[in-house]
C-alpha cells in the first residue's frame, strides 16, 4: 500500500469535502428559468433466428435451446431517460438522472429505475453519486494490451466520485458505496466505502501524462462477486505520450500490487493519409511471462472503412477484420471476420480455436429510427460466450432489428 488506511481515509476526506466546496458551496439558490426536466427513450423489436447452436454453447432445458447472451426468437424491450436539471447560482448546475425499463417480452413489466445518478458541476469541477465510473479508469491510458493494468471498471455499483480541471490537469478521486447487487458498505467499524480510487491526466508541454491508483479492497469479494470487471488488487500505472515526427507515442507501466504482477509497454500510432497504423508491445512479468503484442491497420476515406487487427495475446493469436460501405440514401453494408487460434483448451465443451464471420446491413429510416439485418456464425467457444461477434457485436444467426430512440 502506498500509505496506512487511516492517512488514506484523511485523504479521502479532504479531497472530496474540497471537491464537494468547489461545486455545492459556490451556490445555493436556484436561478429562475434554468430548472427543467427532460425526457429520452428507444425502442427495440427484433427477431432471431440462431439456426443450428452446439450443445456446448447454449444455455437451459427448453426448447429451442438459448444461446448464450443472445434471444431467439421475438424480442422487444424499451427503456425510458429522466434528467432534471437546475442552474444554481455562481454557475453550479445540480441534475439528477434516472433509465427505466418499461417494457420486455413479458409484454409489460415492474418499472423500476436503473442507472441513476446524481450529480453537482461548474465549469472546473463535479461532484457525482450514483452510476458512475471509478476515477483511475476514467483518467488512465494504456500501452497496448496490458494485463497489470486491470483497474476496476463500475457496473452497477454505487460511486462517489470528485473530479477537478486546473491548469489543464484533470484529476479524479472515487470512492466504492456499494456493489452491483445494491447493497452498500457497512459494518461494525463504521466503514462506509471501500476501494479509494484516484487518477489525473493532463499535458505538460509536448508531452501529455496519466497516472493511475487503486486501493486494494478491505471486503474481498464483497464486490468482484457481483461484476467481473471489479477487481479487488491494489494496482498502480503511469504512462506517458508525446507527438513525434507526426507519430504518436505511449510509454506505459502498470503494477498489481496485490499479484506482484507487472507491465511495461510502448505503442506508437503513426498516420499517412487515409491509413492509420498502430503497433505495440508490453512485456509481462507476471505467472506466465507470456507477453503481449500486436498491430492494427485501419483506413477510412468517403465510403469505405476497413479495420484488420492482429493481437498475440497470452499465448493466444487473434486476427480481426471489419469493413463497412456506406451506399447512401441511409444505406450501409459490413461485414467482418474473426479468428482465434489458441490450444489452451475449450469453454462450454467448444474448442477455443475456430473462426467467426458476419454479414450484416443497415438502413436508416430518420428520426433517430433504424432497421438492421445481419447473419453472424461463430465457432469460437471465447467469442460466444462474450456475445461478441465481428466489431458491431451480432447476435448468432440470422437477425431482423427495428430501433428507434426520441
Not at 497496448?144 to 466520485?161: H, I, K, P
Not at 499479484?259 to 507476471?286: K, L
Not at 475456430?354 to 429510427?369: E, F, K, P, S, W
Request: proline share 1%.
Amino acid at each position: 500500500m502506498w500509505c496506512s488506511s487511516e492517512k488514506n481515509t484523511e485523504i479521502v476526506q479532504w479531497i472530496l469535502l474540497t471537491t464537494t466546496a468547489i461545486v455545492a458551496f459556490a451556490g445555493a439558490a436556484v436561478a429562475d428559468g434554468h430548472a427543467g426536466v427532460s425526457f429520452s427513450g428507444d425502442f427495440t423489436l427484433g427477431f432471431n433466428d440462431d439456426g443450428d447452436i452446439p450443445a456446448g454453447l447454449t444455455t437451459g432445458t427448453g426448447s429451442p435451446a438459448t444461446q448464450i447472451g443472445d434471444n431467439h426468437g421475438f424480442y422487444w424491450e424499451g427503456d425510458l431517460n429522466v434528467t432534471g436539471t437546475a442552474a444554481l447560482d455562481n454557475g453550479v448546475t445540480a441534475a439528477a438522472s434516472w433509465e427505466f425499463d418499461i417494457v420486455d417480452e413479458t409484454n409489460g413489466q415492474a418499472i423500476n429505475s436503473d442507472g441513476v445518478l446524481l450529480s453537482l458541476t461548474s465549469d472546473n469541477a463535479g461532484l457525482y453519486l450514483g452510476d458512475t465510473e471509478f476515477a483511475a479508469i476514467t483518467q488512465w491510458s494504456a500501452a497496448g494490451d496490458m494485463e497489470a493494468d486491470a483497474f476496476s471498471e463500475a457496473d452497477g455499483e454505487n460511486v462517489l466520485r470528485g473530479d477537478v480541471s486546473v491548469a489543464g490537469i484533470d484529476a479524479s478521486i472515487s470512492l466504492a458505496l456499494g456493489n452491483a447487487d445494491g447493497a452498500l458498505v457497512t459494518d461494525d467499524t463504521d466503514e462506509f466505502y471501500d476501494q479509494m480510487s484516484f487518477g489525473a491526466s493532463g499535458d505538460l508541454g509536448m508531452f501529455s501524462f496519466a497516472v493511475a491508483y487503486q486501493e486494494e479492497t478491505e471486503f474481498g469479494t464483497y464486490f468482484s462477486d457481483f461484476n467481473g470487471d471489479f477487481t479487488d488488487d491494489e494496482i498502480f500505472g503511469i504512462s506517458v505520450g508525446a507527438a513525434v515526427a507526426g507519430a504518436n507515442i505511449t510509454v506505459a507501466y502498470a503494477s498489481n500490487e496485490t499479484a506482484d504482477e507487472n507491465s511495461t509497454g510502448i505503442q506508437v500510432s503513426y498516420p499517412f493519409g487515409p491509413i492509420t497504423g498502430t503497433v505495440y508491445y508490453v512485456a509481462e512479468d507476471d505467472g506466465g511471462d507470456e507477453d503481449n503484442y500486436g498491430a492494427t491497420v485501419a483506413y477510412a476515406d468517403g465510403p469505405i472503412a476497413v479495420t484488420l487487427d492482429y493481437d498475440y495475446d497470452q499465448g493466444v493469436n487473434k486476427v480481426g477484420l471489419d469493413g463497412s460501405y456506406d451506399l447512401g440514401n441511409g444505406f450501409t453494408v459490413l461485414a467482418g471476420m474473426y479468428d482465434q487460434s489458441d490450444d489452451t483448451g475449450f469453454t462450454n465443451g467448444v474448442s477455443n480455436e475456430g473462426t467467426d464471420y458476419y454479414v450484416a446491413g443497415t438502413y436508416d429510416l430518420g428520426g433517430g429510427a433504424s432497421v438492421l439485418v445481419s447473419y453472424a456464425d461463430a465457432e469460437t467457444g471465447g467469442a460466444i460466450d462474450d456475445d461478441e461477434v465481428g466489431g458491431p457485436d451480432y447476435q448468432v444467426g440470422t437477425t431482423v432489428e427495428v430501433s428507434f430512440s426520441f
